[in-house]
């Protein structure tokens, strides 16, 4: 696991980042010649903000290759899915959704077909992908999304397929094309892979060790960032309460935290995911102290009982993880907590489950994102005795989620009456404007478009158990 203490070893060297830039020029030539218009790409990402992130940068690679993006997949030349494997469920919508583009391909001939991310990482899936589905042109792993020019180029020159899904630690590449899909909220990726190894987790697997990006390069990102008018920077990692050790940059999340909080301008930052076991005191003091730093934590907790957590490996317990809180609450009175959870892990009792309960009743959560334990090929927990039935499962799952409500419910009726500074976003499909407190909390208010991509005062008339309404008050 020391691999990726070297930072050359890690790092894709200069002269491969200018052959990727010689294959992109090849592309674009082919593709001038080969279509009228700019041939157009459906790029699809499944799964988390870190994969969100891999997307974007496939976007800016394709667009200096003269595509461009299209909303539409009847109208692509090509077809893109960055793929997700953490769960069965999000597999088989892949499987579903590429087997779909077989008869979309078979009236348009040079339609390319994409595929990459966690999923293809995984041997199974690449052998069914080869034997099940051979009009996929081009699959490709997570430690070598850098090389889709080449990639491409083979394909598009040759018409060969191309399959490379090297399993190697890891890479860290920089200077990257990047088409951002806002503008004014970013991913910063300050950290890749994970050693933590969770008896359940793929991640590991699929996407290496853990491995940080120096602390200049991301100043240097975020300076840009808001020099160009971004609002929100949210940093990316598996585990970013661990940032900075692999390799050695002699800088921690919240030194990193800090120089960011000292950037000058009108913003927030927001990370994720923390971890329990690295979550230090230091950095609940630092959140509190740094005020673009968004009083938000995102702390998954997966089980109440201690027993459960021991058997995931995830090395704390429910009394470190309530103290944290405690700890957390007292510096941050305003805190918003979200939270992850897994319900039958294999070999769970029910009164252990029980547990988890009473955790989240303890814990105050504003939201939660809660699983059923899927088993993935290749864990430890994959191989472990699962004697409780998914019926079952599925019981304790709607038990759980009833008790979130009812915390939930409690927490966004206590904001009524008062105001926050909100994050303009989107519309919502009922025509309000939608915004995210600082809490991370959504919240619907009528006002015009032009509010979007700036921090209005919303004061809050109306909640919803998980989402607030509200009125413009400025
Ligand atoms: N690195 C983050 C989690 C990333 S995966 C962390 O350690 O908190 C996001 C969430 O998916 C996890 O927190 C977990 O709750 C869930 N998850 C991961 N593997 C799973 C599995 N095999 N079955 C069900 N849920 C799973
Ligand atoms: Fe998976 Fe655990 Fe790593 Fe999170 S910390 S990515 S749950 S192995
Ligand atoms: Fe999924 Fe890979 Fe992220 S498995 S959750 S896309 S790291």
């Given at each position: 696991?020391?691999?990726?203490?070297?930072?050359?070893?890690?790092?894709?060297?200069?002269?491969?980042?200018?052959?990727?830039?010689?294959?992109?020029?090849?592309?674009?030539?082919?593709?001038?010649?080969?279509?009228?218009?700019?041939?157009?790409?459906?790029?699809?990402?499944?799964?988390?903000?870190?994969?969100?992130?891999?997307?974007?940068?496939?976007?800016?690679?394709?667009?200096?290759?003269?595509?461009?993006?299209?909303?539409?997949?009847?109208?692509?030349?090509?077809?893109?899915?960055?793929?997700?494997?953490?769960?069965?469920?999000?597999?088989?919508?892949?499987?579903?959704?590429?087997?779909?583009?077989?008869?979309?391909?078979?009236?348009?001939?040079?339609?390319?077909?994409?595929?990459?991310?966690?999923?293809?990482?995984?041997?199974?899936?690449?052998?069914?992908?080869?034997?099940?589905?051979?009009?996929?042109?081009?699959?490709?792993?997570?430690?070598?999304?850098?090389?889709?020019?080449?990639?491409?180029?083979?394909?598009?020159?040759?018409?060969?397929?191309?399959?490379?899904?090297?399993?190697?630690?890891?890479?860290?590449?920089?200077?990257?094309?990047?088409?951002?899909?806002?503008?004014?909220?970013?991913?910063?990726?300050?950290?890749?892979?994970?050693?933590?190894?969770?008896?359940y987790c793929i991640v590991p697997y699929v996407r290496g060790r853990e491995r940080s990006r120096a602390p200049e390069v991301i100043i240097a990102e975020a300076k840009e960032l808001v020099a160009n008018g971004y609002k929100e920077i949210t940093l990316l990692g598996q585990n970013v309460n661990s940032y900075g050790?692999?390799?050695?940059?002699?800088?921690?999340?919240?030194?990193?935290?800090?120089?960011?909080?000292?950037?000058?301008?009108?913003?927030?930052?927001?990370?994720?995911?923390?971890?329990?076991?690295?979550?230090?005191?230091?950095?609940?003091?630092?959140?509190?102290?740094?005020?673009?730093?968004?009083?938000?934590?995102?702390?998954?907790?997966?089980?109440?009982?201690?027993?459960?957590?021991?058997?995931?490996?995830?090395?704390?317990?429910?009394?470190?993880?309530?103290?944290?809180?405690?700890?957390?609450?007292?510096?941050?009175?305003?805190?918003?907590?979200?939270?992850?959870?897994?319900?039958?892990?294999?070999?769970?009792?029910?009164?252990?489950?029980?547990?988890?309960?009473?955790?989240?009743?303890?814990?105050?959560?504003?939201?939660?994102?809660?699983?059923?334990?899927?088993?993935?090929?290749?864990?430890?927990?994959?191989?472990?005795?699962?004697?409780?039935?998914?019926?079952?499962?599925?019981?304790?799952?709607?038990?759980?989620?009833?008790?979130?409500?009812?915390?939930?419910?409690?927490?966004?009726?206590?904001?009524?009456?008062?105001?926050?500074?909100?994050?303009?976003?989107?519309?919502?499909?009922?025509?309000?404007?939608?915004?995210?407190?600082?809490?991370?909390?959504?919240?619907?208010?009528?006002?015009?478009?032009?509010?979007?991509?700036?921090?209005?005062?919303?004061?809050?008339?109306?909640?919803?158990?998980?989402?607030?309404r509200g009125e413009l008050c400025d």
């Amino acid at each position: 696991m020391s691999v990726n203490s070297d930072k050359n070893k890690i790092s894709v060297s200069a002269e491969e980042l200018q052959k990727q830039r010689e294959f992109t020029a090849l592309v674009s030539d082919i593709v001038k010649h080969r279509f009228e218009q700019a041939p157009k790409a459906f790029v699809h990402t499944y799964g988390c903000q870190g994969n969100v992130a891999d997307g974007e940068r496939l976007k800016g690679m394709l667009e200096q290759m003269g595509y461009v993006m299209t909303e539409t997949l009847e109208d692509a030349d090509l077809v893109l899915y960055n793929t997700c494997a953490i769960r069965e469920h999000a597999e088989d919508r892949v499987f579903g959704n590429v087997g779909a583009l077989k008869n979309i391909k078979a009236a348009k001939k040079d339609m390319k077909i994409l595929l990459c991310g966690c999923m293809m990482q995984q041997e199974r899936v690449a052998k069914k992908i080869r034997t099940s589905y051979p009009f996929v042109d081009i699959v490709f792993g997570t430690h070598v999304i850098h090389r889709l020019p080449e990639f491409l180029y083979r394909s598009l020159s040759a018409g060969k397929k191309v399959y490379e899904l090297p399993d190697v630690d890891g890479v860290i590449v920089e200077d990257m094309p990047l088409h951002r899909d806002s503008d004014f909220k970013a991913w910063i990726p300050i950290m890749y892979g994970c050693n933590n190894f969770c008896t359940y987790c793929i991640v590991p697997y699929v996407r290496g060790r853990e491995r940080s990006r120096a602390p200049e390069v991301i100043i240097a990102e975020a300076k840009e960032l808001v020099a160009n008018g971004y609002k929100e920077i949210t940093l990316l990692g598996q585990n970013v309460n661990s940032y900075g050790k692999y390799p050695d940059y002699g800088c921690n999340f919240s030194q990193l935290l800090r120089e960011l909080n000292a950037i000058e301008g009108d913003f927030i930052i927001r990370f994720m995911t923390s971890h329990p076991k690295d979550c230090t005191h230091e950095l609940l003091e630092t959140m509190a102290q740094c005020e673009k730093v968004a009083k938000h934590l995102h702390l998954p907790f997966q089980s109440g009982s201690n027993r459960v957590l021991d058997a995931m490996n995830r090395r704390y317990t429910r009394e470190k993880y309530l103290g944290l809180l405690e700890y957390a609450y007292s510096l941050m009175p305003s805190l918003s907590v979200t939270s992850d959870v897994i319900v039958g892990f294999p070999g769970e009792t029910y009164d252990e489950f029980r547990e988890t309960v009473t955790l989240v009743e303890q814990a105050n959560f504003t939201s939660m994102f809660t699983f059923i334990f899927s088993p993935r090929e290749g864990t430890k927990a994959a191989s472990m005795p699962d004697p409780v039935s998914r019926e079952e499962k599925g019981k304790w799952f709607k038990e759980l989620l009833d008790a979130q409500e009812k915390v939930a419910a409690e927490r966004t009726a206590s904001m009524v009456g008062k105001t926050y500074r909100v994050l303009c976003e989107s519309v919502s499909k009922g025509g309000l404007i939608e915004g995210r407190t600082e809490g991370n909390i959504i919240i619907e208010f009528p006002a015009d478009v032009s509010v979007i991509g700036t921090f209005r005062n919303v004061r809050v008339t109306e909640s919803l158990t998980w989402i607030l309404r509200g009125e413009l008050c400025d």
